[in-house]
């Protein structure tokens, strides 16, 4: 519930920079990233290639980002942030920076270190079924 309405408040929020649902996700790694292949950014937004070929052909669409060439295999494209995504970059930081602190709210740095630390955990738990499934095998339940 708490990443489905942080994600409905980014998306809305975005809007007015003409980015559509979640793409802000992308723009915000390929500027952490210039250079980074499709491949890679995928995997690090946790979506499939073909959900990850799309939203970036929007991007590059909408002149966010734009693929070059890499200089020594002509056949991987990297990915690069354009003057417009690195112009509204500091706003998407802004936005998270006040949901996180917003979220936050009350909580001693000793919970925040704790929920932090519970958090990885998750997320390494849950990078393993993801690993599996994304190779087309069935979770046992």
């Given at each position: 519930?708490?990443?489905?309405?942080?994600?409905?408040?980014?998306?809305?929020?975005?809007?007015?920079?003409?980015?559509?649902?979640?793409?802000?996700?992308?723009?915000?790694?390929?500027?952490?990233?210039?250079?980074?292949i499709q491949e890679k950014l995928a995997d690090i937004i946790k979506v499939d290639r073909t959900t990850a070929a799309r939203a970036i052909a929007k991007l590059e669409n909408n002149n966010f980002i734009e693929k070059r060439e890499d200089d020594t295999n002509k056949?991987?494209?990297?990915?690069?942030?354009?003057?417009?995504?690195?112009?509204?970059?500091?706003?998407?930081?802004?936005?998270?920076?006040?949901?996180?602190?917003?979220?936050?709210?009350?909580?001693?740095?000793?919970?925040?270190?704790?929920?932090?630390?519970?958090?990885?955990?998750?997320?390494?738990?849950?990078?393993?079924?993801?690993?599996?499934?994304?190779?087309?095998?069935?979770?046992?339940?």
């Amino acid at each position: 519930m708490i990443a489905r309405a942080l994600d409905s408040i980014s998306n809305i929020e975005f809007k007015e920079f003409d980015l559509t649902k979640g793409q802000y996700l992308y723009v915000v790694r390929i500027c952490e990233q210039p250079g980074i292949i499709q491949e890679k950014l995928a995997d690090i937004i946790k979506v499939d290639r073909t959900t990850a070929a799309r939203a970036i052909a929007k991007l590059e669409n909408n002149n966010f980002i734009e693929k070059r060439e890499d200089d020594t295999n002509k056949k991987i494209k990297k990915l690069y942030p354009t003057n417009k995504a690195l112009a509204i970059y500091p706003s998407i930081l802004n936005e998270h920076n006040h949901s996180e602190k917003t979220a936050l709210t009350g909580f001693s740095q000793k919970e925040i270190d704790q929920i932090a630390t519970a958090l990885e955990k998750m997320r390494k738990n849950i990078e393993k079924d993801w690993e599996y499934v994304k190779k087309g095998k069935k979770r046992q339940y």
